[in-house]
Nanobody, 124 residues
């Protein structure tokens, strides 16, 4: 059973930075897609960034140039470096994983495994 545990959320002022981590365990597949999603109050969950085992990376337009997704395969940890944060980035951020290279990596329904979420709050 794949388990995902996020950490690194918190509160920052606009323009600040945070780095989220997602520790993955319980999988043996060499093929995967891992992604970050977020959900703000009253909104649907949306894809933020994703990376697959071939190194393909996808970003939502709203975070391009500000967020960077990366993965440490040796430690099975996914990261999301968030710079120049804006109040509209405030949300619960979720890590997701699927044991395949997904065609639509920012589509929530593509993923089988989810973390519990971590809160990111950006104040103006």
């Amino acid at each position: 059973q794949v388990q995902l545990v996020e950490s690194g959320g918190g509160s920052v002022q606009a323009g600040g930075s945070l780095r989220l981590s997602c520790a993955a365990s319980g999988y043996t597949s060499s093929s995967y897609t891992m992604g970050w999603f977020r959900q703000a109050p009253g909104n649907e969950r949306e894809g933020v960034a994703a990376i697959d085992s071939d190194g393909s990376i996808t970003y939502a337009d709203s975070v391009k140039g500000r967020f960077t997704i990366s993965v440490d395969n040796a430690n099975r940890t996914l990261y999301l470096q968030m710079n120049n944060l804006k109040p509209e980035d405030t949300a619960i951020y979720y890590c997701a994983a699927d044991m395949a290279a997904l065609l639509l990596p920012l589509l929530e329904s593509q993923y089988d495994y989810w973390g519990q979420g971590t809160q990111v709050t950006v104040s103006s």
